[in-house]
């Protein structure tokens, strides 16, 4: 008999598991989770207790039965899922499944996947955590409750296949209301000018701060220019130089959202994507003779702590690549928010003999790029401040008074190993007080105020992150499903509300103000804390809950106007002079003219920087030119949605599909997919250099780079009434 049987969620993870505890234990994976709430109906006794009637998940009857013919075999039995609430959460489905075997059942809390994090974690196993499962059923129950009924009341106003989450739909809002300022916004015109003067070792430039005694912003270009003819007529001098020290401490070590934003900002990943590298790093690479091994701590935390041999072996790396002038005499220690779970440490290397430079050969280039971010931020955070020196020379001419500043790197510190954005370093020419300075050159130059800028994922997760919305473990979720839902799109890296999400959003806003707000989101996330805590009981908070929110609901049920008659748009119909209407279709929001179906004018729109709109024009230039007659190709709307179509019309009748953009994936082929139709009705995709080039494809490409091996585009696949996104390459697949 075996002594133990050690069951995780994952088969990576059970590689690296059997390679370091040998023969005696046997090790499985439940493949996630093996248990959920039904797919087809509410799966929540709100009558009693709020009971989840969770359900064996399709498929998972097998993975069950295995592991039960494993512990019958087994002395004891180890859970070793993800150190969460979402692994404590399968721990517990398989523990229930188990029980009745009679064998003792032991937690492992896995931080890392080495032979140190395994074995130490082997010796003090811990107990399943009640508080913890707790936590994560009434949080999942929260869900289900908003999700499931919020879900369907879209689908009867707007249109089908439409959702809404409890926290999915407070990101959405923000988003929007950034939108909204932004149209709102109105720019202001200001002025800047700057001053060159000429002094003995070279040019100095300085900024115009005060006139009289008060701070200088003029606002015209005739303001500007008044000040500009007054400076002319003073003669200048230096009142004061002032050299002060700036020390920049480094960063703490990554947490969940700190990686989440500094691999945006940084190597452009979403969060998803980082996430997914993430957990591969965790869960354990093959790194050749040595076998797998884990090379990350655990990825979902909010806790910047560090176990202590870790900072030893970071001080000693950075005195021995650095020298003695990086090491700061003591640690440096940093504090976590005060929600955070102390129990998790930051996200750190598991060794630091692991440097990326030996791991090339090992990783692939996305995975090497987190695992060096990784890396660099945390021995930077065990590495001395950087230092600065910062010039201020104050210059006075008659009523006039103008600062000249530069900053000079004085010892880098940690900059060395982990470069920040900083303010550019610009060194002044050495010049002295009391010195006269003759003007060279006044420069004044035009500005306008910004709107606040969009939110990037970077800055959403920040933002959601200091409104205490949403946990590590679902920040990267709570971004990609707005993406995936059509509510939200990307351009230029911003997140930018579509006309459906805009839409939407209206809708919950009016009709469920206080349930998607930040406030109140934020203080349900301290009561699912508080219940892990053990301070608060679940059942008592879901029905405070339930109660308001089953109100509401119907109030909307009621109340809500549905979209589906459309809304009043403002636009005139081209065709008939009546007003048109906005419709949610397939391909999305679209005018048509409020006399359908007598007029059947339809047109497409977008919405200008104040938020109005302007109707595209029908027959839009594409660039594109007839292959038969030469003549431009313009876009006309059909009913299948927008073709191209030859302006020559109805001399030429040459149509063609519009191209999905996304480039033909044979090997040098310049052509994109275009989307095709056969004369059965079947939809297909060829490529545009037909038929030089032969590729053809059945599914319907989205135009989405695979998050694990960054092929251009995913496809859409249907399996038993499930939709997944396939990438043809590498196999990756997730569910729609
Ligand atoms: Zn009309
Ligand atoms: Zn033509
Ligand atoms: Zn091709
Ligand atoms: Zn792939």
């Known amino acids: ?122 010796a003090r196993p811990s107990e399943l955590d009640p508080l913890k499962f707790e936590s ?42 950034r939108e909204r300022e932004r149209e709102a916004f109105e720019p202001e015109e200001y002025w800047t000018i700057e001053v060159v003067f000429e002094t ?17 912003k003029p606002k015209t270009e005739k303001e500007a220019k008044a000040l500009v003819a007054a400076l002319k007529k003073a003669s200048f001098s230096i009142t004061k130089v002032e050299r002060k020290e700036i020390r920049r401490k480094p960063p703490a070590p990554f947490i969940t959202s700190t990686l989440q934003q500094e691999a945006w900002r940084r190597l452009r990943f979403s969060a998803k994507k980082t996430m997914l590298l993430a957990q591969r790093l965790y869960e354990g690479v093959e790194l050749g003779e040595e076998g797998a091994v884990g090379l990350i701590t655990y990825m979902r935390t909010d806790s910047v702590r560090v176990a202590s041999e870790a900072v030893e072996e970071a001080r000693a790396f950075v005195a021995e690549t650095f020298g003695q002038e990086f090491l700061p005499p003591k640690p440096h220690v940093y504090k976590s928010r005060k929600t955070a779970q102390e129990a998790h440490e930051a996200i750190r290397p598991t060794s630091l003999q692991r440097t990326p430079e030996k791991l090339k050969a090992y990783l692939s280039k996305d995975e090497l790029a987190l695992y060096d971010l990784i890396f660099r931020r945390f021995v930077a955070s065990q590495m001395v401040e950087a230092r600065f020196e910062r010039t201020e020379v104050h210059i006075a001419g008659g009523e006039f008074e103008l600062l000249a500043s530069g900053t000079v790197l004085v010892h880098p510190g940690f900059l060395v190993l982990y470069r920040q954005e900083e303010e550019a370093e610009k060194s002044l020419p050495p010049v002295k007080e009391g010195e006269g300075l003759r003007l060279l050159e006044i420069k004044p130059e035009q500005h306008f105020t910004q709107p606040p800028p969009r939110y990037t994922e970077a800055s959403l997760i920040r933002t959601l992150e200091e409104k205490g919305i949403g946990r590590p473990s679902t920040y990267a979720q709570i971004v990609s499903t707005i993406k995936e839902r059509g ?250």
């Open 1 to 122: 008999m075996k002594k133990g049987l050690i069951i995780v969620e994952s088969p990576t993870k059970v590689r690296t598991i059997k390679k370091i505890v040998g023969k005696d234990f046997e090790v499985a994976a439940s493949v996630g989770h093996i248990k959920d709430l039904p797919k087809s109906r509410l799966g929540v006794k709100i009558e009693n207790g709020f009971e989840p009637e969770y359900v064996t998940i399709k498929g998972k009857r097998e993975v069950i039965n295995k592991l039960k013919a494993a512990a019958k075999k087994a002395a004891e039995i180890y859970l070793g899922p993800d150190p969460d609430r979402e692994g404590e959460a399968i721990a517990w489905h398989i523990a229930e499944e188990l029980k009745g075997l009679k064998k003792p059942i032991r937690r492992l809390l896995l931080y890392e996947l080495t032979e140190k994090g395994i074995k130490e974690a082997l």
């Open 136 to 177: 994560q059923k009434a949080r999942r129950i929260l869900d289900r409750l908003v999700g499931y009924n919020l879900s369907p009341l879209l689908w009867e106003k707007v249109k089908r296949g439409l959702s809404a989450g409890r926290v999915q739909s407070v990101a959405l809002r923000l988003i929007c209301e």
């Open 487 to 736: 509510y939200v799109e990307t351009e230029k890296g911003y997140l930018k509300p579509t006309e459906l999400g805009l839409l939407v959003n209206d809708l919950l806003v009016a009709h469920f103000p206080h349930l998607i707000e930040t406030g109140f989101t934020a203080r349900l996330e301290e009561a699912l804390d508080e219940i892990e805590e053990g301070k608060r009981q679940r059942v008592e908070l879901l029905k405070d809950f339930y109660q308001t929110f089953e109100d509401i609901l119907n109030k909307a049920r009621e109340e809500m106007a549905s979209l589906k008659a459309g809304v009043p748009s403002g636009i005139k119909c081209p065709a008939c002079g009546e007003e048109m209407i906005i419709r949610v279709g397939k391909a999305g929001a679209f005018l048509a003219c409020s006399r359908y179906p007598e007029c059947k004018e339809t047109r497409d729109y977008v919405r200008d920087e104040k938020g109005s709109i302007k109707v595209v024009e029908k027959n839009r230039q594409t660039g594109e030119v007839c292959e038969k007659c030469g003549r431009p190709m313009v876009v006309k709307r059909g009913r299948f949605g927008e073709f191209l179509a030859c302006s020559g019309y109805p001399e030429c009748r040459n149509t063609k599909p519009l191209s999905t953009g996304i480039p033909c994936p044979k090997e040098g082929c310049p052509g994109q997919l275009l989307k095709r139709r056969a004369r059965t009705g079947k939809i297909y995709y060829r490529c545009s250099k037909a038929p030089e080039c032969d590729f053809i494809l059945w599914q319907e490409p989205l135009k989405e780079e695979c998050p694990a091996c960054g092929a251009p585009f995913l496809i859409r696949k249907k399996e038993r009434r499930k939709e997944f996104k396939v990438c043809p390459k590498c196999g990756y697949r997730e569910e729609i």
């Open 200 to 216: 003995q070792a070279g040019p100095l430039v300085a900024k115009l701060k005060r006139y009289q005694g008060r701070p200088v």
